[in-house]
């Protein structure tokens, strides 16, 4: 399936708040994130290089997989929804990203009722993303 990256990328002001509570995570090597069904612990933010979602289906198969650039945001449905993640995100080395907690990010949001708007932005992106590739499929 053919997906547009950049819609998994933020609007510069709500990276930005997002940094303000966020913790460093630097890969020297690849590094799994979190993988499909787990559980959402926190949303992670990719400063620098790269990260993959993939999406794999129940008998083992990739069904697609995405590679993410600098700004974007991995992990925001199954945090939004607080269900288990539907994707596996792994960080290329020399990634560098940030992570906010589950109690931070949901602080955040309601201390800031306008940057819950910028995060619905980013969640239509994605679900407009999915449904053009789905479409083609």
Do not use: W
Not at 9 to 38: D, H, N, W, Y
Not at 102 to 130: C, G, I, K
């Amino acid at each position: 399936m053919n997906f547009d990256s950049s819609s998994f990328i933020a609007e510069k002001e709500l990276i930005e708040a997002l940094e303000k509570r966020s913790s460093t995570i630097v890969c020297t090597e690849p590094r799994r994130l979190f993988a499909q069904g787990g559980n959402p612990a926190g949303l992670y933010i990719l400063r620098k290089g790269s990260a993959a979602l993939t999406m794999e289906s129940p008998t083992g198969g990739s069904l697609m997989s995405i590679t993410l650039h600098p700004g974007s945001l991995l992990g925001l449905p199954a945090l939004i929804g607080n269900e288990p993640y539907t994707l596996t995100a792994n960080a290329q080395k020399d990634a560098e990203l940030g992570f906010v907690t589950r109690e931070d990010f949901n602080s955040l949001m309601l201390s800031d009722p306008s940057l819950a708007v910028r995060v619905l932005r980013v969640l239509a992106a994605e679900v407009r993303t999915a449904r053009h590739a789905i479409s083609e499929f």
